[in-house]
């Protein structure tokens, strides 16, 4: 079995680079460079970049960058999807180039989404320093937040990340959209050999963008209510309103990407002692606030 240490970045497709470009450094308040082949390195740490933003023919979310701690762990996780007849390729020079790591194998999930798994990040560690002010994004030891996936083939989707991937589950929420009489839509959040909360969510729903959503969290109030005040001023669409969520306390909002995906802007996630954690299933998403129909209106 894998030990994944965190989620290390994410792969989104646009249409549109320049707007990227913009929204990345002056809502979400991180910064931009372009690698040697021409992608976005969207950085909020001292990594090289935590969110890879590459042109084409859709607005999408395309990949999961997944972190295990050094050669042998990346051997171990190549013999887990060997022994599980998991189809993969190994990323080339280039393509380990591009992602600025030592090793890559990619491969789809049961539902289709797609994984790559790396060790051995290259950065010249220069310092983050915000073009809008954000102090700091938190990541290190617990990666760079989480991502919620659709899985369409839900149960063997959750299986696949329990028995191969080497995720414990967080807790539970079955979405009824339309109400008790109407159907019940799984979400199941995972957590990895960190202590944040979750670093991965499975939706069992298809959702066209490819990802349901991102997390990103800062480390102060005021740097949520900024951000929001930035997203109204550059007209980014808002999804969700500010709120603190049940699960893992999150105090919140959600925005829509360029990418079409939403980006869940947060602050005070918990970290978990998973000794002492109790998985549950809780019935309301939010202790207050975060209300999603605001995204549909006008």
């Known amino acids: 079995m894998m030990e994944i240490s965190g989620l290390a970045y994410v792969v989104a497709e646009t249409t549109d680079m320049a707007k990227w470009s913009d929204y990345a450094q002056h809502v979400l308040g991180a910064m931009t460079e ?139 929420f079955n979405f009824q959209p339309a109400g008790a009489d109407g159907p019940t839509l799984p979400i199941h959040f995972l957590h990895c050999a960190n202590g944040r909360h979750h670093s991965v969510a499975f939706a069992g729903f298809p959702v066209e963008s490819g990802c349901v959503h991102i997390m990103l969290e800062v480390e102060s109030m005021p740097e949520v209510g900024r951000a929001l005040d930035r997203m109204a001023a550059h007209g980014a669409p808002l999804s969700a309103t500010l709120g603190q969520h049940t699960n893992d306390r999150m105090i919140s909002f959600y925005m829509k990407s360029p990418s079409g995906f939403d980006i869940e802007y947060g602050y005070g996630g918990a970290v978990v002692d998973w000794k002492q954690h109790i998985a549950h299933e809780f019935t309301a998403v939010s202790l207050w606030g975060h209300d999603f129909t605001v995204g549909r209106k006008g």
């Open 34 to 172: 372009r690698s040697p082949s021409g992608s976005l390195r969207v950085k909020i740490d001292e990594r090289q970049f935590r969110i890879a933003v590459v042109s084409g023919q859709r607005d999408a979310y395309t990949a999961s960058g997944w972190e295990v701690r050094n050669a042998e762990a990346f051997a171990a996780a190549v013999a887990a999807l060997e022994a599980a007849h998991v189809t993969f390729t190994r990323g080339d020079a280039a393509l380990c180039a591009e992602r600025c790591v030592q090793q890559l194998v990619a491969f789809d999930d049961p539902s289709g989404n797609r994984h790559e798994i790396v060790w051995g990040f290259k950065s010249d560690f220069r310092h983050f320093a915000s073009p809008v002010g954000v102090a700091r994004f938190v990541t290190g030891e617990i990666g760079m937040g989480h991502a919620v996936l659709p899985a369409t083939n839900f149960d063997a989707t959750v299986a696949f990340f329990r028995d191969v991937m080497g995720f414990g589950l967080s807790d539970i």
